[in-house]
């Protein structure tokens, strides 16, 4: 069977780099699409040879990365210029999520890759106060408007977080929890990683041009999560805090001279009212089969951490 070319775009991110390998296990030739600052080392250890350099920032270098020959098959869109890890290369970000997004997908359009994943967040139609959610509803709009044929992956919080803090806490018997109480969709970024694989290479086209809700088959309260911690690995794991309280009445004071603090903190305002959670786990049922249970999944993720 002909080999078909993936272009990836944010390879270099946490995700980024489990899709590369899952589009891998699954007998692509994987284009990564990295900036000219961005580290090719675990990408190269992947086995990734075809490196295209382009920025968000940039649409000619977006014009050029997206009509590399041979030509995509797809393009999986899976960078972030709001994110820790980004914000480690100098220079302004803060057009990529939107600007930057929109050229790549006038590139993907004029070069004519016939689908587009888009990694996407649950619920951002309605994270309005959210500015880094929001603009992923915005891309969905636009890749619609621009008849761009496309997958939408609306993940829900993922399980690895991008400076993954969570195996040496669970080391100490402790998960680490963002809003205590409130349950949310969580995702193991490896299960989403293989979706995005199969949304690229094995869905048919009738599935496109939808966004699909991705998490475990119940929201889960950092409690719950903790007691699937204790079960998988034998010991006990209580969920704690993962900030002090207090610090969310501090931390307003200074968010109007650090609009990255004041976004991260409308964040956690959101996930707070409860609202990360699926309204629709049947579209991911119908294209990826059972949602994997929170135990599951955290067996999974313990097992590829060593924490077994
Ligand atoms: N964390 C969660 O709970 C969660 C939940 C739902 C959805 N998501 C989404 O999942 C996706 C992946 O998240 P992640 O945490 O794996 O990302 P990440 O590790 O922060 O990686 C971000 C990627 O974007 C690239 N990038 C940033 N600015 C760029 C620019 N101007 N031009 C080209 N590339 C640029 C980075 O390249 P460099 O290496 O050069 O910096 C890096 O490859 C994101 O779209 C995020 O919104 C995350």
């Not at 990694?119 to 309005?128: G, N, T």
């Not at 690229?200 to 086209?205: D, I, N, Y």
């Amino acid at each position: 069977m002909e080999t078909r070319t993936v272009t990836v775009v944010g390879a270099s991110g946490t995700l980024g780099a489990d899709i590369v390998k899952a589009l891998l296990e699954k007998g692509a030739r994987v284009r990564a699409m990295v900036r000219a600052t961005s580290s090719r080392t675990k990408l190269e250890s992947l086995g990734v040879t075809d490196f295209v350099v382009a920025d968000l920032n940039d649409p000619a270098s977006l014009q050029r990365a997206m009509a590399a020959e041979p030509r995509a098959a797809a393009v999986v869109a899976s960078a972030a210029g709001f994110s820790a890890h980004s914000a480690r290369t100098k220079g302004d970000n803060s057009r990529a999520d939107t600007e930057g997004y929109r050229s790549l997908v006038d590139a993907a359009r004029d070069a004519g890759v016939p689908r587009f994943v888009l990694i996407s967040i649950l619920e951002c139609d309605k994270a309005s106060q959210v500015p880094h959610f929001y603009q992923k509803f915005e891309t969905e709009k636009y890749l619609a408007e621009k008849r761009q044929p496309y997958l939408s992956l609306r993940a829900g919080a993922f399980l690895d977080r991008a400076r993954d803090i969570v195996p040496e806490r669970i080391r100490k018997g402790v998960f680490p929890d963002i809003v205590p109480g409130v349950p949310m969709a969580l995702v193991y970024s490896r299960d989403l990683a293989r979706y995005t694989a199969q949304a690229a290479l094995e869905l048919p086209a009738s599935a496109l041009n939808q966004s699909v809700d991705i998490g475990c088959d119940v929201p889960a309260t950092g409690a719950m999560v903790a007691a699937a911690f204790t079960r998988v690995l034998g010991r006990p794991v209580v969920a704690k805090p993962a900030f002090p309280r207090l610090l969310f009445t501090v931390l307003p004071l200074v968010t109007p001279f650090l609009p990255r603090l004041r976004d991260s903190l409308a964040v956690v305002a959101w996930l707070r009212k409860g609202g990360y959670v699926s309204s629709d786990p049947q579209k991911q049922r119908e294209l990826f089969g059972d949602l994997p249970t929170v135990e599951e999944t955290v067996a999974r993720y313990c097992r590829d951490k060593g924490l077994v």
